[in-house]
């Protein structure tokens, strides 16, 4: 059945344009008016996330086309939105961009275009005047069935650079300019990698959000915005999900959540209880050892080399996990998991923190990005997510690597064969001791439907060989 969904896509030209300083102010604008606002992001991305989430007061989820399908993307939107007043996407880079130099997979103009939705197209305008007509004209005709439904422009010099942006736009009978934001007007966000630093209350507190929401309401036509995502069509609700019954609980799912893991796309984590998962968090920084009764262990990816040092001095939960995975159940470490279940981490200062020590190799962190992208992998062996030809998306963002090869130990193997779109790279890795998983990739377990089935399965099984 067909419901209202207002919705609009902030979308930039390139990256670096301000769409998340410019999402954020929006976000705290609507919800000054009272509105129940869900926030989605475009892409693999968990930084931007973390700040939707502050701003919006509920979770943030991802909507990847590379990852996974239109169908997932639509069910996840449709069912997040129904829950709210009005949704607000922030796009990926630049509108187009994606993992495709000559299609949209990928890109926001994919998620926009799979929505229906109004697209609000961010620019950079400083040193920019009449050239902001051209650039709008692209980008509207670059592919016409895209609805691009207004024009913010950021970074302006003066009000008077305003309007001469918006007679330029009305001119060529373009979009309208819906915002004209002068420079320093929105509070700076610290940047850190490639990202934003995860939002915490100290980086983006009340203040600093009602001071975002108020620079929206004075330089944006706010009404102008709600009309445009009102605009929106009508999309149609899955009615099957509301009929699906939850599992009974089977499998006691151990999650390290703290400031040093918190990288875990909220979808999958709710995928995991749908099949039958109690999640229990715990924090390798602070408690003393696994919680009890756990059946697998779930590290996901975070800033472990921010937090090595006491990690390394919380030597009881090591000595706790050391045990569990030579117990023979489960453990799956993701990027920073990976780090964690190493040897330990090297700083690009020298120090060496020693840490859990599973894997047979030390991790070093590097001055530069070792790697970022989409990544495909086939399964060579039977591991966790699923057995041998099995094929899961994912995404990989880190600063160190690898200082030995585990697999010249020989109780270790690799279990994923990767490949990168983008690059045509091959590579082994998936690093697999019994059931003992680590990689650097991020996996969405939406990109194979029955992941998560296969992890609760081997989890079960192990249970009742203990038996």
């Given at each position: 059945?067909?419901?209202?969904?207002?919705?609009?896509?902030?979308?930039?030209?390139?990256?670096?344009?301000?769409?998340?300083?410019?999402?954020?102010?929006?976000?705290?604008?609507?919800?000054?008016?009272?509105?129940?606002?869900?926030?989605?992001?475009?892409?693999?991305?968990?930084?931007?996330?973390?700040?939707?989430?502050?701003?919006s007061g509920r979770p943030c989820y991802n909507l990847d086309g590379w990852m996974t399908d239109q169908n997932y993307v639509k069910r996840l939107f449709v069912d997040k939105a129904s829950r709210a007043d009005?949704?607000?996407?922030?796009?990926?880079?630049?509108?187009?961009?994606?993992?495709?130099?000559?299609?949209?997979?990928?890109?926001?103009?994919?998620?926009?275009?799979?929505?229906?939705?109004?697209?609000?197209?961010?620019?950079?305008?400083?040193?920019?005047?009449?050239?902001?007509?051209?650039?709008?004209?692209?980008?509207?005709?670059?592919?016409?069935?895209?609805?691009?439904?207004?024009?913010?422009?950021?970074?302006?010099?003066?009000?008077?650079?305003?309007?001469?942006?918006?007679?330029?736009?009305?001119?060529?009978?373009?979009?309208?300019?819906?915002?004209?934001?002068?420079?320093?007007?929105?509070?700076?966000?610290?940047?850190?990698?490639?990202?934003?630093?995860?939002?915490?209350?100290?980086?983006?507190?009340?203040?600093?959000?009602?001071?975002?929401?108020?620079?929206?309401?004075?330089?944006?036509?706010?009404?102008?915005?709600?009309?445009?995502?009102?605009?929106?069509?009508?999309?149609?609700?899955?009615?099957?999900?509301s009929q699906k019954k939850t599992p009974e609980t089977s499998v006691r799912l151990g999650i390290a959540k703290d400031s040093a893991f918190h990288f875990y796309y909220p979808d999958n984590l709710e995928a995991?209880?749908?099949?039958?998962?109690?999640?229990?968090?715990?924090?390798?920084?602070?408690?003393e050892s696994l919680p009890g009764g756990l059946d697998g262990v779930y590290f996901g990816g975070g800033y472990p080399e921010e937090h090595a040092d006491e990690l390394a001095n919380n030597g009881t939960m090591?000595?706790?996990?050391?045990?569990?995975?030579?117990?023979?159940?489960?453990?799956?470490?993701?990027?920073?998991?990976?780090?964690?279940?190493?040897?330990?981490?090297?700083?690009?200062?020298?120090?060496?923190?020693?840490?859990?020590?599973?894997?047979?190799?030390?991790?070093?962190?590097?001055?530069?990005?070792?790697?970022?992208?989409?990544?495909?992998?086939?399964?060579?062996?039977?591991?966790?997510?699923?057995?041998?030809?099995?094929?899961?998306?994912?995404?990989?963002?880190?600063?160190?690597?690898?200082?030995?090869?585990?697999?010249?130990?020989?109780?270790?193997?690799?279990?994923?064969?990767?490949?990168?779109?983008?690059?045509?790279?091959?590579?082994?890795?998936?690093?697999?001791?019994?059931?003992?998983?680590?990689?650097?990739?991020?996996?969405?377990?939406?990109?194979?439907?029955?992941?998560?089935?296969?992890?609760?399965?081997?989890?079960?099984?192990?249970?009742?060989?203990?038996?």
């Amino acid at each position: 059945m067909p419901f209202e969904c207002p919705r609009i896509v902030i979308a930039g030209t390139n990256s670096g344009v301000g769409k998340t300083s410019v999402t954020l102010a929006l976000v705290s604008a609507l919800r000054k008016r009272g509105l129940r606002v869900q926030t989605f992001k475009v892409g693999p991305d968990y930084l931007d996330p973390t700040y939707l989430s502050m701003a919006s007061g509920r979770p943030c989820y991802n909507l990847d086309g590379w990852m996974t399908d239109q169908n997932y993307v639509k069910r996840l939107f449709v069912d997040k939105a129904s829950r709210a007043d009005i949704s607000v996407i922030e796009g990926v880079m630049g509108l187009f961009d994606g993992s495709d130099a000559i299609g949209p997979e990928g890109s926001t103009a994919e998620i926009a275009s799979w929505l229906d939705a109004p697209v609000i197209l961010v620019v950079n305008v400083h040193g920019l005047a009449r050239s902001i007509a051209a650039l709008v004209h692209g980008f509207t005709t670059f592919e016409p069935k895209l609805k691009i439904s207004g024009v913010i422009a950021n970074h302006c010099g003066s009000e008077r650079h305003g309007l001469y942006l918006s007679e330029s736009l009305k001119a060529f009978g373009l979009p309208e300019l819906l915002a004209s934001i002068p420079r320093g007007s929105l509070p700076g966000l610290p940047s850190r990698h490639l990202g934003l630093v995860s939002a915490n209350v100290t980086i983006l507190n009340r203040q600093v959000l009602e001071t975002l929401g108020e620079a929206m309401e004075h330089y944006c036509s706010m009404d102008d915005i709600l009309e445009t995502a009102d605009r929106a069509s009508h999309l149609p609700q899955d009615s099957s999900n509301s009929q699906k019954k939850t599992p009974e609980t089977s499998v006691r799912l151990g999650i390290a959540k703290d400031s040093a893991f918190h990288f875990y796309y909220p979808d999958n984590l709710e995928a995991l209880s749908a099949a039958g998962c109690e999640l229990i968090e715990f924090s390798p920084l602070k408690d003393e050892s696994l919680p009890g009764g756990l059946d697998g262990v779930y590290f996901g990816g975070g800033y472990p080399e921010e937090h090595a040092d006491e990690l390394a001095n919380n030597g009881t939960m090591i000595d706790s996990i050391r045990q569990f995975a030579n117990s023979g159940r489960p453990v799956y470490g993701e990027c920073g998991g990976l780090m964690y279940l190493s040897q330990g981490i090297e700083a690009r200062n020298g120090e060496k923190f020693e840490l859990v020590g599973l894997l047979p190799s030390w991790t070093r962190m590097l001055p530069r990005l070792k790697s970022l992208g989409y990544v495909e992998i086939t399964l060579t062996k039977d591991s966790l997510f699923g057995c041998k030809g099995s094929q899961i998306r994912g995404h990989e963002f880190h600063y160190s690597e690898l200082i030995e090869d585990p697999i010249q130990n020989n109780q270790w193997t690799t279990a994923y064969r990767l490949s990168r779109p983008l690059r045509g790279i091959h590579q082994f890795e998936g690093f697999q001791w019994g059931n003992l998983l680590v990689s650097y990739v991020h996996g969405h377990f939406a990109s194979r439907s029955d992941s998560v089935t296969h992890f609760v399965r081997v989890c079960n099984n192990l249970k009742r060989q203990e038996k």
